[in-house]
Every structure is written in C-alpha cells, then in structure tokens.
C-alpha cells in the first residue's frame, strides 16, 4: 500500500522569506509525485510532477521541487513567498501503473505581511 | 488546457433528499474520471472511479448505493448523493485526464461542490 505524509499541517511565513513544505511518501512500486494547490473553495491545480529524470523539478509560480529516492521525500520549496501563496498544499503519489491519486492531509501556508 | 468544470458549486437542501453533481470536461474527451469528497480541513479521499458506458469502481467503504455515478457520455459524470443526510455534508471534488493520455498524467480537477445537507 502507498501512503503519503505530509509532516506540517500548517505554516506560517512572512513575505518574502523562503519556504519548505515537507512530504514523505512510502510504497512498495514505483511511483509518480505531484504537487497541488489548492484556493479556498476551489479544486486543485497542478503546481509540478515528477514522473522521470531530473530529480529538480520547476513548477508554475515559482515553486520546485526535489525528489529524493533514498529518503523517499519530495519536499517543495519556494525560495522568496508572496501574500498570494497563501493556500492549502497538497502532496500527492499515483503508484507507477494505477491511474489514482493517493494525498497527503495537505499543508496550509499562511503568508503574513 | 484542459478545464473540468462541475455544476452547482454550492447547493443546500433538506435532509432526504437526492442531489445531483455534473461534471464535464469542457474541452477534451475522457473516458475516466475521478469523484473525491473533502471534509473541512482534510485532504482528498477518492470515492469512486467513473468509467464511460461501464459501472463506476468505488473505493472500500464507499457505498455504492448512496452515491450513484454516471458516466453517459466522454465529456460527463455525474455523481448523484442519494437521500442525503447531515453526515454527507461535504466538498465533493472531481477530475478527468483526456483520452488517450498516459495514466501518469495529472488529473485536471474542477472547482468543487459545496454541499450541505440541514
């Protein structure tokens, strides 16, 4: 079975400081990773993945991402954050051949001015 | 790109009744898509996965009985919460990748429903 962990269930940062959001995933196969945000009473939009290759992955807004097999982490960070980051996180595995998302129990950040 | 749009975004009603969710991609064709429900401050629990023109795969604990998918066509699912009760209460979330697509590729999700049961 996959599991995902996300380690802090809120954050808080001020403007323009650099942020770490930590994930931990386990599973027995292969597995694809994502990031996702998501706005007060909306969905989820895609920040990045990573499916193969480089293990430094850039996403939309600025954010990225690192994918450590040995530790099994796919931590995301943004080095500077704005007011508007603030949202919920969502970490997220699809174990290689099943197309399902399994989440963590998402991180909030909350930017402060 | 893709853009999954789900009607209504917030509805309330009376305990005992039935209320129906759609969703549609708007703009590509998927033969699956993906029902989540979200309690307040939690992550996404996958419900059920919607299959066009076959029956929908529910998740352990999921029941069948009480929340009815149907997958009429490649652009529509709907998710009907049947004699719904307070404890429903809930943002369902649903989702799609286009046909064709490796089943590695992100899900494109829709803005959510509200919905709550008095």
């Known amino acids: 079975a996959q599991s995902v962990t996300q380690l802090d269930s809120q954050v808080p940062v001020f403007e323009e400081a650099p942020v770490e959001l930590r994930c931990n995933y386990s599973?027995?196969?292969?597995?694809?990773l994502f990031w996702y945000v998501q706005y007060p009473n909306q969905g989820l939009q895609l920040l990045l993945k990573?499916?193969?290759?480089?293990?430094l992955v850039k996403g939309i807004n600025g954010f990225e991402a690192e994918f450590n097999k040995s530790q099994t982490s796919f931590h995301l960070r943004k080095p500077s954050v704005h007011i508007s980051d603030t949202a919920e996180y969502f970490c997220?595995?699809?174990?290689?051949?099943?197309?399902?998302?399994?989440f963590g129990a998402g991180t909030r950040l909350a930017v402060h001015p | 790109g893709a853009v999954v749009s789900q009607h209504p975004s917030r509805v309330i009603c009376k305990s005992g009744t039935s209320v129906k969710i759609e969703c549609r991609s708007l703009?590509?064709?998927?033969?699956?898509m993906f029902w989540y429900r979200q309690f307040p401050k939690q992550s996404l629990m996958l419900m059920a996965t919607?299959?066009?023109?076959?029956?929908?795969?529910?998740e352990q604990g999921v029941e069948k009985d009480k929340f009815l998918i149907n997958h009429a066509s490649l652009t529509l699912s709907t998710l009907t919460v049947t004699s719904a009760h307070p404890e429903d209460s809930s943002f369902y979330i649903c989702?799609?990748?286009?046909?064709?697509?490796?089943?590695?590729?992100?899900?494109?999700f829709g803005d959510g429903t509200r919905l709550s049961i008095l």
């Open positions: 990573y499916l193969s290759g480089s293990t």
């Open positions: 919607s299959n066009e023109g076959s029956k929908a795969t529910y």
């Open positions: 703009d590509f064709q998927a033969t699956t």
């Open positions: 989702s799609a990748n286009p046909q064709g697509t490796y089943s590695n590729q992100p899900q494109h």
């Open positions: 997220a595995v699809m174990p290689g051949g099943y197309n399902k998302l399994i």
């Open positions: 599973s027995s196969v292969s597995v694809y």
